[in-house]
């Protein structure tokens, strides 16, 4: 009986030994995902790739960067709108800068005012030229010039005296002889007039501040 169970109890046992060896023969399918394992470097293929974007190529943009810059003011600019604006703008553009010492300022005034003569000096030749050389100079503007007769009263000063006007005239309404004076200065270019003498002046340029009369003839001596 013993014999007869033997192999009864023999037979599961080799049923299970192809079971057990099942799971031996899966466990060498084990590996495989080792296998896989060697290929994580190929998905880590960006760290190879890496090197495109190195720190030099990252470089060359800001390299450029100052290349670039000075084009930033060729972009139009709004115009000076003050006079102190304007003025250091046109400094500017001229590159002259204002004159730190005195020196340079006493210089630069000695410059302008040398300008200024010789601008003033061109100026009135052209109205020379204009004029016409030789031409005398225009004694009165338009018009014929007053002319008066009176005494003179001083001759003091050099190429100058004083005439007292007498005028007498009748009033418009009471029909009474007004009688008024006014004196004049008029030019004497020789003092040929002495006081006391009667002389006739006419009118003239301006010669002075007060002068604007000048010497025709002295009808008569002072006795």
Known sequence: MADQENPETTGPADDAAPEAAAPEAAAPEAPAPEEAAPEAPAEETPTAEEPVAEEPVADEPA????????????????PPSTPKERKVAS?????????????????????KATARSRRRASEKAKR??????????????????????????????????TVRIEVARRHRRY??????????????????AN???????????????TKR???????????
Do not use: C, F, Y
């Not at 007004?178 to 040929?192: G, I």
């Open 63 to 78: 390299a450029e960067a100052p290349a670039a810059a000075p084009a930033a003011p060729a972009a139009p600019q709004a």
């Open 213 to 223: 009369w000048r010497l025709v003839e002295i009808l008569e001596r002072a006795k």
């Open 195 to 209: 006081e006391g003498d009667l002389v006739r002046v006419v009118e003239a340029r301006p010669m002075s501040r």
């Open 175 to 192: 029909q009474k002889i007004v009688r008024s004076s006014t004196t004049l200065h008029a030019h004497d270019e020789r003092n040929d």
């Open 128 to 161: 020379g030229e204009a004029r016409g050389e030789g031409t005398p100079r225009a004694e009165h503007g338009t018009g014929a010039p007053k002319v008066r007769l009176g005494k003179v009263v001083s001759d003091k000063a050099d190429k100058t005296i």
């Open 91 to 111: 400094r500017a553009r001229r590159g002259t800068r204002r004159p730190a010492t005195p020196e340079e300022r006493n210089e630069l005034r000695r410059q």
